[in-house]
């Protein structure tokens, strides 16, 4: 089974960057479409960014479009987030998650592995 553990979450304030990492262990993600997540306090987990097992199509909801960029690396059974010009509402719990059931998935349903997340403040 594949595990999920992310990495690169901190504080930051508005405007800033960070890159969050999503390392798989125990089978190779290449497979697998993959895909970001979050869940503010209160909120529902909401998707963020998706992108295809060949990574020739990438997909984003429409607040954080222009500003975040999923990626992955194969060869390092990793999966990556660039978070550029970051707001106070981008302020959540970032999970990484696969699946290998569509081509494109942007509902949490679709997913059937997870991370444990990382918490990501942007604040002044």
């Known amino acids: 089974q594949v595990q999920l553990t992310e990495s690169g979450g901190g504080m930051v304030q508005p405007g800033g960057s960070l890159r969050l990492s999503c390392a798989a262990s125990?089978?190779?993600?290449?497979?697998?479409?993959m895909g970001w997540f979050r869940q503010a306090p209160g909120k529902e987990r909401e998707f963020v960014a998706t992108?295809?097992?060949?990574?020739?199509?990438?997909y984003y909801a429409d607040s954080v479009k222009g500003r975040f960029t999923i990626s992955r690396d194969n060869t390092k059974n990793t999966v990556y987030l660039q978070m550029n010009s970051l707001k106070p509402e981008d302020t959540a719990v970032y999970y990484c998650?696969?699946?290998?059931?569509?081509?494109?998935?942007?509902?949490?349903?679709?997913?059937?592995?997870w991370g444990q997340g990382t918490q990501v403040t942007v604040s002044s």
């Open positions: 992108i295809t097992w060949t990574g020739d199509i990438t």
């Open positions: 998650a696969a699946q290998n059931k569509a081509r494109v998935a942007v509902t949490p349903q679709t997913y059937d592995r």
């Open positions: 125990g089978r190779t993600i290449s497979s697998y479409g």
